[in-house]
């Protein structure tokens, strides 16, 4: 295929531009994603405009959001719920702890999903693993589903898109309080929350909708080269003595490693500050996604 140059919307006046390959481009019923080769960043996924991954740089993501709240746990982690992550790289992850006997992960756009497994397996975890059981389908309705159950998880990693299109209903307050239930006394949710530099809204709100439902709340960070900037994680937990802030094991990864685990919760005086003075309105903080 013919390379040429695409751009995406970072914020006003402000661009990321990439010389891409299209691999594979669809609408689906819920979005419109394109896979994407690149000299620099390698495959990447786009959806709605908005780049969700590259193989060069996703191991930060998925390394920090997994290993943070696993490895911070003073128990062995043997129950996941993953929301979102068609890419794979949570559950590539996730599935690298032996402890670990149950992983169900929720994806609502199974397209992406078939689409990552053919055009970037690099990336994707083994959901043939005897471990996990996938589901198709929306991530909010399953939880309420699991809460009527009485299921419950060691740790919920939601590795969601931003809070735009489909992704609108797992930040509403319904759906954390769900959560709560469905965690164990001493269990841990972790999410993405988007990038302060950016989006200087959404991780003080999704920090505020956590305080609403759980006792332990934290945030921490990692770079994201893609992204534009330092993204931030926000977790949660029921029982106010749970904190992982501290490396309970010595999991190396290729960024993941305990001092780095620690760092991570040093946050910018400019990000306490947003956390500091945010004022909850009651609306989600929703940015407007460009369309390729």
């Not at 689906?28 to 690149?38: A, S």
């Not at 749970?242 to 780095?260: A, D, H, K, L, W």
């Amino acid at each position: 295929m013919t390379r040429y140059w695409w751009s995406e919307r970072i914020g006003p006046g402000f661009t990321h531009g990439y010389e891409i390959e299209p691999l594979f481009e669809q609408r689906t019923p819920f979005q419109r994603l394109l896979i994407f080769d690149n000299p620099q960043w390698g495959k990447g996924l786009v959806l709605d405009g908005i780049v969700q991954t590259t193989v060069a740089d996703e191991f930060i993501y998925h390394e920090m959001m997994t290993h943070v709240p696993i490895q911070g746990r003073s128990e062995p982690t043997k129950s996941v719920l993953i929301i979102g992550g068609a890419d794979g790289g949570v559950l590539r992850e996730v599935l690298k702890y032996d402890s670990v006997e149950r992983v169900v992960q929720v994806e609502l756009d199974e397209a992406v999903l078939v689409a990552c497994r053919k055009y970037i397996p690099e990336i994707c975890g083994n959901w043939k693993d005897p471990r996990v059981e996938l589901v198709i389908g929306d991530g909010a309705e399953y939880v309420k589903k699991a809460r009527k159950e009485g299921q419950q998880f060691d740790v919920i990693i939601l590795d969601s898109t931003d809070p735009i299109g489909p992704a609108i209903v797992l930040f509403e307050k319904p759906f954390h309080e769900d959560l709560a239930a469905c965690l164990t006394d001493k269990g841990v949710v972790v999410r993405q929350s988007g990038l302060p530099v950016t989006m200087p809204k959404v991780m003080p709100f999704i920090r505020k909708r956590f305080q609403d439902v759980f006792k332990r709340v934290g945030v921490y960070l990692a770079p994201m080269p893609t992204y534009g900037g330092e993204i931030a994680f926000v977790y949660g937990s029921k029982d106010d003595s749970v904190s992982i802030e501290e490396p309970q094991g010595e999991f190396q990864g290729r960024y993941y490693n305990p001092s780095i685990h620690k760092a991570a919760f040093c946050l910018p005086s400019w990000w306490q500050k947003l956390i500091d003075e945010y004022e909850d309105d009651g609306t989600i903080p929703i940015e407007t996604p460009s369309y390729w």
